[in-house]
């Protein structure tokens, strides 16, 4: 068995159980006698293709990938070849595991059928967010989310299965590649992160049941359009500097929400001019940090509402997006 949860960072490369995310994915399905084993493979795939997007991001400077193509993704974003690269190592490793049915990804035009009719589960994902920093060495991220399909099993995949409202999420997740590349996942109980060790091929649990600090420091938003903000945001903004917060951003959604989950903060992404609903996309995005954040003791918002209660009605919508400590969140949604 694994150790008891607790907020406190383990070093598991010291620690004499060596818990790798193999076998604590395991060892989690053995304690739900509901569980079939088909989850656990699609974790498992989207582990396998993690290890290798870091590996080809570390080594992204010497083998000239780092650059863009010629092509643009659906949002009118240039790609990037590892953005291109990510993308086909995630479907390929959901493909082969077999038990995804399709994949709604944030780098393609349409749903990506898998091939696996029978299977229960579909996955959205954007293989690799933040992926412009990539060229000043600046950390990336991979977000997923799993559902179950609804669907039946045999039948037809249909874009319903995918304009789910979070809170049908199974699985939420992302994978973090900086200093060292690391996994944070939930299944709806609690939040563990596992660091990844290059040199033994494996992700060890190195955060188990991490907690978001209630209070904060640090608030994480652009300020370049401060003046196209929501009042209220400006005002939130204000009061952040009164308080003698401190600003910090660079960028990279994973980087900066995973920043203020480990050390008590809130990531800001509001309305602006350019983008009046907001620009971050509620399936490929939102809906599975809105999970962790939760999970992990904070809370997640567009201002208005709980972002997992907001039912999608197309597969690109955007929300404005709020995450972090509780009382942070709570001081944006009084005004």
């Not at 060596?18 to 060892?27: A, K, N």
């Not at 600090?213 to 903000?229: A, C, L, T, V």
Request: glycine content about 8%; hydrophobic content about 35%; charged content about 20%.
């Amino acid at each position: 068995m694994y150790p008891p949860k607790s907020n406190a960072s383990v070093n598991t490369f010291t620690h004499p159980l060596g818990i790798t995310v193999d076998r604590f994915i395991v060892q989690n399905q053995h304690e739900c006698p509901e569980a079939t084993g088909e989850l656990t493979q699609v974790l498992r795939d989207i582990v396998l293709a993690s290890k290798i997007i870091s590996r080809e991001i570390n080594r992204a400077g010497l083998s000239g990938i780092e650059g863009l193509t010629d092509e643009e993704n659906v949002h009118g974003e240039k790609q990037r070849m590892l953005d291109v690269i990510a993308g086909v190592r995630f479907t390929r490793a959901l493909v082969s595991g077999r038990q995804v049915a399709a994949i709604l990804s944030e780098e393609r035009e349409g749903i990506i059928d898998t091939g696996n009719k029978h299977a229960k589960y579909v996955v959205i994902i954007d293989p690799l967010d933040g992926s412009s920093n990539i060229d000043v060495n600046i950390s990336v991220g991979t977000i997923f989310s799993v559902y179950k399909r609804i669907s039946k099993h045999g039948e037809d995949f249909s874009i319903e299965d995918f304009l789910q409202p979070g809170t049908n999420q199974v699985a939420a997740g992302y994978v973090l590649y900086g200093s060292s590349t690391m996994l944070v996942y939930t299944t709806g109980n609690g939040v563990d992160g596992f660091t990844y060790e290059p040199s033994l091929g494996e992700y060890f649990l190195s955060h188990p049941n991490i907690v978001q600090p209630e209070y904060g420091d640090y608030y994480s938003i652009n300020e370049k359009n401060q003046e196209s903000f929501p009042d209220a945001i400006r005002e939130f903004l204000a009061r952040c500097k009164k308080d003698n917060m401190s600003t910090r951003y660079v960028g990279s959604l994973v980087c900066d929400f995973h920043r203020n989950i480990m050390k008590g903060g809130v990531y800001l992404y509001p309305p602006t001019s350019a983008y009046s609903d907001g620009k971050l996309r509620l399936l490929y995005e939102c809906n599975a940090l809105a999970m962790i954040s939760e999970q992990a003791n904070g809370l997640a918002t567009n201002g208005n509402h709980r972002i997992l209660e907001i039912c999608p009605t197309w597969h690109r919508q955007r929300v404005p997006f709020y995450a972090g400590s509780k009382s942070l969140i709570e001081k944006i949604r009084d005004h």
